[in-house]
């Protein structure tokens, strides 16, 4: 095989799977994700559970940039959890967890675009966990996870037998609890409500894509 047959067959690999439209969607999901974390959930103090939470609980404490640890934790976990997730995951994860690290480094060039909602917590619960729900959703649809999140807890699903919301939950709670640290209960309660809102529109946006996929056969 020549050098110039091999580099094609690499690059035809490597874009295998992937659209305009898709890579689309998940830029958008990566986007409407991380401008809830940055504009809502990171002024009023509302965290998120899973590395989510993590990232902005590392942020808080070492005042190290979103930007920069999400990626750091994501491989932390895809490297746990590798042995049980497909190459097409993977790679699509890859632009997507990219996508949510530029973008965050584009918002934080910027100060806050919404109004101050401290005032108005369970508002503030509600709309980021919108954000985040449908943001996240995007990504999941086109294939891929806004972080490690989803390999995480797929490892630990694996390795105890539990079931994957189960999973979900305890990774979530554990980052809660953590974020007692620097956030009062009370906020840690309005967190609860905001991941309750961000999980239920994942599963729906995840979920409309194959509402539409049977309704087209039918």
């Given at each position: 095989m020549t050098k110039n047959n091999w580099r094609a067959n690499f690059w035809d690999r490597l874009r295998a799977g992937f659209t305009l439209a898709k890579v689309f969607w998940i830029l958008l999901g990566a986007a409407i994700a991380s401008f809830g974390l940055y504009n809502i959930h990171r002024q009023v103090h509302i965290t998120e559970g899973g590395v989510l939470g993590m990232m902005l609980l590392i942020n808080h404490w070492l005042d190290i940039p979103s930007s920069k640890v999400t990626p750091v934790l994501d491989l932390a976990c895809y490297l746990l959890a590798f042995r049980y997730?497909?190459?097409?995951?993977?790679?699509?994860?890859?632009?997507?967890?990219?996508?949510?690290?530029?973008?965050?480094?584009?918002?934080?060039?910027?100060?806050?675009?919404?109004?101050?909602?401290?005032?108005?917590?369970?508002?503030?619960?509600?709309?980021?966990?919108?954000?985040?729900?449908?943001?996240?959703?995007?990504?999941?649809?086109?294939?891929?996870?806004?972080?490690?999140?989803?390999?995480?807890?797929?490892?630990?699903?694996?390795k105890t037998g539990w079931r994957l919301s189960k999973s979900y939950l305890v990774t979530d709670l554990t980052v809660l609890a953590l974020s007692l640290s620097y956030i009062p209960l009370r906020q840690i309660l309005f967190s609860v409500v905001t991941v309750t809102v961000s999980s239920w529109l994942i599963d729906f946006v995840r979920d409309a894509k194959v509402r539409k996929t049977v309704e087209e056969r039918e």
């Open positions: 997730l497909g190459a097409r995951f993977i790679k699509i994860s890859v632009v997507s967890t990219l996508g949510v690290s530029g973008f965050f480094f584009l918002w934080e060039q910027f100060p806050p675009m919404l109004p101050d909602l401290s005032q108005m917590p369970l508002l503030a619960a509600l709309l980021g966990g919108c954000f985040v729900g449908i943001g996240v959703g995007l990504i999941v649809r086109q294939g891929g996870s806004s972080g490690g999140d989803d390999a995480l807890a797929l490892a630990i699903s694996r």
